[in-house]
């Protein structure tokens, strides 16, 4: 686990380039975004109904490729602008300004099919866990508008396993911020 500095530039192209060299550390890349998660991890499905229309799945989509679900207290996604595609990496900071948590990922799989639109991340060395993460967004036959966030994990750092039900919790509520800010992006772009 390594300790970052999300204001400094240097310090997080630092991680950003050790991140690009690496490897996933699990092996079952993409399978968030299939029917059957593998076994040996905790999970995570919820999933919100952020509006009817094509209007606002355009406008979660927009918010989905910017970004928009991670900006919660706490969290900042290094590059900002990074662009949603199988094989960039981001380095995913948790925690204040001055020294937060490093958490490196890789985009493995984007979906842009009409109707669904999202993409997975998985952990690369010097995450605090190892597994994956899908954020995905759909429109129903009635226009119902959907994000579905879609996780495995389990301890990638000995002192990850030390926080044992703690870890979870912090996991459930990072989950329930992804999906208010993506609600809230959606609100505003409407509003607007």
Same mark, same amino acid.
């Given at each position: 686990?390594?300790?970052?500095?999300?204001?400094?530039?240097?310090?997080?192209?630092?991680?950003?380039?050790?991140?690009?060299? =690496?490897?996933?550390?699990?092996?079952?890349?993409? =399978?968030?975004?299939?029917?059957?998660?593998?076994?040996?991890?905790? !999970?995570?499905?919820?999933?919100?109904?952020?509006?009817?229309?094509?209007?606002?799945?355009?406008?979660?989509?927009?918010?989905?490729?910017?970004?928009?679900?991670?900006?919660?207290?706490?969290?900042?996604?290094?590059?900002?602008?990074?662009? *949603?595609?199988?094989?960039a990496?981001?380095?995913v900071?948790?925690? @204040?300004? *001055?020294?937060?948590?490093?958490?490196?990922?890789?985009?493995?799989?984007?979906?842009?099919e009409?109707?669904? !639109?999202? !993409?997975?991340?998985?952990?690369?060395?010097?995450?605090?866990?190892?597994?994956?993460?899908? +954020?995905?967004?759909?429109?129903?036959?009635?226009g119902?508008?959907?994000?579905?966030?879609?996780? +495995?994990?389990?301890?990638?750092?000995?002192?990850?396993?030390?926080?044992? @039900?703690?870890?979870r919790?912090?996991?459930?509520?990072?989950?329930?911020?992804?999906?208010?800010? *993506?609600?809230? !992006?959606?609100?505003?772009?409407?509003s607007?």
């Amino acid at each position: 686990m390594r300790i970052v500095r999300p204001g400094s530039p240097a310090s997080m192209t630092r991680q950003l380039s050790a991140a690009q060299a =690496a490897d996933p550390t699990y092996p079952e890349n993409g =399978a968030t975004l299939t029917d059957e998660l593998p076994e040996g991890y905790y !999970f995570v499905d919820e999933e919100t109904v952020i509006g009817r229309g094509a209007d606002v799945l355009a406008r979660a989509v927009e918010g989905l490729g910017s970004w928009q679900a991670h900006r919660v207290r706490g969290v900042r996604v290094f590059p900002a602008d990074a662009p *949603l595609q199988v094989g960039a990496t981001v380095v995913v900071t948790l925690g @204040p300004g *001055l020294g937060a948590i490093a958490a490196p990922c890789r985009i493995i799989a984007v979906i842009d099919e009409p109707g669904r !639109f999202g !993409f997975a991340y998985g952990t690369l060395p010097g995450h605090p866990e190892q597994g994956e993460e899908s +954020f995905v967004v759909t429109i129903a036959g009635d226009g119902t508008v959907r994000f579905n966030i879609r996780a +495995f994990s389990r301890p990638g750092e000995p002192l990850t396993r030390l926080a044992g @039900p703690f870890g979870r919790w912090m996991q459930s509520i990072a989950t329930k911020e992804y999906l208010r800010a *993506l609600s809230r !992006f959606v609100d505003q772009a409407a509003s607007h």
